[in-house]
Each structure stands twice: as C-alpha cells, then as structure tokens.
C-alpha cells in the first residue's frame, strides 16, 4: 500500500512534500535492544514506523524526515540516529 502524507497550503489545494528528502540523519533500530513496546510507532510525526500483529516493529523510510523523536522517546535505547550516508 502506498501511502501519501499531504497538507493544505495557502489557496492552492493540496501538496504532497518528500518528507524523505529532508532527513540528514537516519534512525537505525536496534532489534536486539528492541522490547516491542511501539512507543516509536506512536510518536513519530509522518508516520513512518509500523508494527504487525507481532508487534515487530521497523522503520520505512520513504517519508522518515530524520527528525529523531522516535530515538528520543524510545525507552530501551534501541534507536540510534546516524548520518545519511555513514
Ligand atoms: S520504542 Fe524502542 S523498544 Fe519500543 S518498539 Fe520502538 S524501538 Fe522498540
Ligand atoms: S526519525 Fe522521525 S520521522 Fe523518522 S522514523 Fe523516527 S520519528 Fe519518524
């Protein structure tokens, strides 16, 4: 399924923004620090982390803007931001 993030701006109907472009930084998740606990998936703003009947989480990054809440929030540690590109 594909999914689209999009807002209304100004008078001109709506846009769709490539969230994905703007990251700098890439969040990595640790499954091994992992408690399945979905707190990232809660928190971030596009979207971008999603959990199965399982509870196991993962991260797609086609809209992932980089913004490191979901490390930030992540109780075990089990996220780390690295640089795009690393
Ligand atoms: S918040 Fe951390 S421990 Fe919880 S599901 Fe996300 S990565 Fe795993
Ligand atoms: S870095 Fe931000 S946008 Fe990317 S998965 Fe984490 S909370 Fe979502």
Known sequence: MSRNFITPIGDEGIYT???GSWRTFRPIMNKDNCVECGICMSFCPVGSITGNKQKIYAIDYKFCKGCGICAYEC?????DMVKEGD
């Open 17 to 19: 923004l490539d969230t």
């Open 75 to 79: 109780p075990s540690k089990a996220i």
